[in-house]
């Protein structure tokens, strides 16, 4: 059994935010089609990023590209915009590893005309297990709010990622799991981390290393 688990600060680097945004295609109303696809899935964000369970009806199912111009860029592996995205090929990774209760859901990308496809089609990450990973008073984190049990890890966590340590115990259960008073970050283990490593996309994930004992 490996001695570490793995940081994943894919959701708070600015790199993979990719702006796509839900909606509907060919609606009479685009924005009040917009209007209402975001604020129905602003709940369901905020459950997927304390590691709940979200409903499949609940997921942006269709998503197009908001900004001027089309995107023209390869898709990455993993992206964020309020969930965390993957491609296939990264998606079969995943599948491969014990997701307790997460779940992915098929997602089709179009340009901003809401009809032209961006390929190849990626998948909705509902991130849906908890595990109680870092004391955040040990660590000294900054609350996100004040009064609030919800704290931010440091900006430089390239520097910083050997500075924690993590319980023994969060080896056991499943492989990807957030901690539901860490914001904007999620956990892997070492055998769903390497599997990425041995694929070559492992960059894109904006991995670190976090020792257990």
Same mark, same amino acid.
């Given at each position: 059994?490996?001695?570490?688990?793995?940081?994943?600060?894919?959701?708070?680097?600015?790199?993979?935010?990719?702006?796509?945004? !839900?909606?509907?295609?060919?609606?009479?109303?685009?924005?009040?089609?917009?209007?209402?696809?975001?604020?129905?899935?602003?709940?369901?964000?905020?459950?997927?990023?304390?590691?709940?369970?979200?409903?499949?009806?609940?997921?942006?199912?269709?998503?197009?590209?908001?900004?001027?111009?089309?995107?023209?860029? !390869?898709?990455?592996?993993?992206?964020?915009?309020?969930?965390?995205?993957?491609?296939?090929? &990264?998606?079969?990774?995943?599948? &491969?590893?014990?997701?307790?209760?997460?779940?992915?859901?098929?997602?089709?990308?179009?340009?901003?005309?809401?009809?032209? !496809?961006?390929?190849?089609?990626?998948?909705?990450?509902?991130?849906?297990?908890?595990?109680?990973?870092?004391?955040?008073?040990?660590?000294?984190?900054?609350?996100?709010?004040?009064?609030?049990?919800?704290?931010?890890?440091?900006?430089?966590?390239?520097?910083?990622?050997?500075?924690?340590?993590?319980?023994?115990?969060?080896?056991?259960?499943?492989?990807?799991?957030?901690?539901?008073?860490?914001?904007?970050?999620?956990?892997?283990?070492?055998?769903?981390?390497?599997?990425?490593?041995?694929?070559?996309?492992?960059?894109?994930?904006?991995?670190?290393?976090?020792?257990? &004992?």
């Amino acid at each position: 059994m490996s001695d570490r688990i793995w940081f994943c600060d894919l959701p708070r680097d600015t790199y993979a935010l990719i702006g796509f945004v !839900p909606g509907r295609a060919a609606d009479p109303d685009m924005e009040d089609a917009q209007r209402e696809a975001l604020k129905r899935y602003k709940a369901a964000f905020r459950c997927d990023m304390a590691g709940e369970v979200v409903a499949p009806e609940d997921v942006p199912h269709m998503m197009y590209y908001g900004q001027p111009g089309e995107y023209t860029d !390869p898709l990455p592996p993993a992206f964020f915009n309020g969930f965390v995205f993957l491609r296939d090929d &990264a998606a079969d990774i995943f599948r &491969a590893h014990d997701l307790g209760d997460a779940a992915l859901f098929p997602v089709d990308l179009f340009q901003n005309d809401r009809t032209t !496809p961006v390929l190849p089609k990626v998948h909705a990450l509902n991130r849906a297990n908890r595990k109680a990973t870092l004391n955040a008073a040990d660590y000294g984190l900054r609350r996100m709010v004040p009064g609030q049990e919800l704290f931010n890890l440091p900006r430089d966590m390239p520097k910083r990622h050997k500075d924690f340590t993590a319980p023994r115990a969060i080896l056991d259960g499943p492989d990807l799991w957030v901690d539901p008073t860490i914001v904007q970050t999620m956990f892997l283990s070492d055998r769903l981390a390497q599997a990425l490593i041995s694929a070559e996309i492992d960059k894109e994930f904006s991995l670190y290393p976090c020792a257990v &004992a």
